[in-house]
């Protein structure tokens, strides 16, 4: 009688420092767009839960705001977040640029990883940006600063070797049954996921000193028909930022939906009618309302229901 597989199951976190390319990574291992990217530190800011479901195994990803120095409670919630999931899950995945140098942000991800007893996996990201002889050395420089599980090097942006990366983090994971259903894809509600794809496309198209400033509200999501009515806020801290974002005749808000509108369809799979609006909210990042009010409440812990 053939003896049946063991089921794996078991909760992996995405630490490193901001832009190294967690949401990337984990977009790609979960085959669709839940994170948003873009080429600005930080732009996670919520701990994000998706799922992936395998013949063998449940891997529950959380991709965490990037460890960096904090400039306001907002950025204090970010660093909570991010340092707070190292001893609730089962795996760590340690994202790092392809370097011979660890700077000082490394250096502090280093020492708190070494307060815990999680096994921690060590995501050389980024591989294809440099030659392959070169890897070989960039493993070996980490290598002598942590005793890692295992160290991987990846392409996350053209999926190269990320199917090792998986089996890895399968070998760790404790056994046991699914905690979702296999069509779970991740545990945000879908608000919060168009108002992070509205928030993707300001960040990509606004100047330098805006976007970190500015957070995106859904204020009604109705079905009529075979179309989705979408009205949402942009929220910036100044008057001043609110003209570049609406721009010259409205230019810039419009680019803004036209660019989100697609990204929601596909997430939707329907027709939508997006309506952007812009309202000032004076140092919102500093309000403990505010950041509740948008979404940025810390969770007591992993969800496991």
Not at 2 to 29: A, C
Not at 39 to 58: D, F, G, S, W, Y
Not at 92 to 111: C, D, F, N, Q, S
Not at 271 to 288: F, T
Request: aromatic share 6%.
């Amino acid at each position: 009688m053939k003896e049946n597989p063991v089921y794996r199951s078991g909760f992996v976190t995405l630490i490193g420092r901001p832009n190294v390319g967690k949401s990337t990574l984990m977009n790609h291992l979960i085959g669709q767009k839940i994170a948003i990217t873009s080429n600005k530190p930080q732009t996670t800011r919520n701990r994000i839960q998706t799922v992936l479901t395998l013949e063998n195994a449940q891997i529950v990803f959380l991709d965490t705001p990037g460890i960096h120095k904090a400039k306001n409670k907002l950025g204090n919630y970010m660093v909570n977040v991010a340092e707070h999931t190292l001893n609730e899950v089962d795996v760590i995945l340690w994202l790092v640029e392809p370097t011979t140098y660890i700077g000082a942000g490394e250096r502090h991800i280093i020492e708190q990883l070494k307060k815990t007893k999680t096994p921690v996996i060590l995501v050389i990201n980024k591989t294809d940006t440099v030659k392959r002889e070169e890897v070989l050395t960039f493993i070996d420089t980490y290598r002598k600063e942590l005793d890692f599980q295992e160290i991987v090097p990846v392409s996350a942006l053209k999926g190269d070797n990320t199917e090792e990366l998986v089996k890895c983090i399968v070998d760790y994971l404790p056994e046991g049954e699914p905690f979702y259903d296999e069509d779970t894809v991740t545990d945000q509600p879908m608000r919060q996921i168009v108002a992070e794809l509205i928030r993707e496309k300001a960040l990509r198209l606004l100047e330098e000193e805006i976007p970190h400033g500015i957070a995106v509200s859904v204020e009604s999501m109705k079905e009529k028909g075979n179309i989705c009515h979408i009205e949402a806020t942009i929220v910036c801290e100044r008057e001043s930022h609110k003209g570049i974002i609406i721009g010259k005749g409205g230019q810039m808000l419009k680019k803004i939906g036209s660019k989100a509108r697609p990204d929601i369809e596909d997430l939707l799979e329907m027709q939508v009618n997006l309506q952007l609006w812009v309202k000032v909210k004076k140092d919102w990042r500093d309000s403990d309302f505010l950041l509740k009010n948008f979404g940025y409440n810390p969770k007591d812990g992993i969800s496991r229901e």
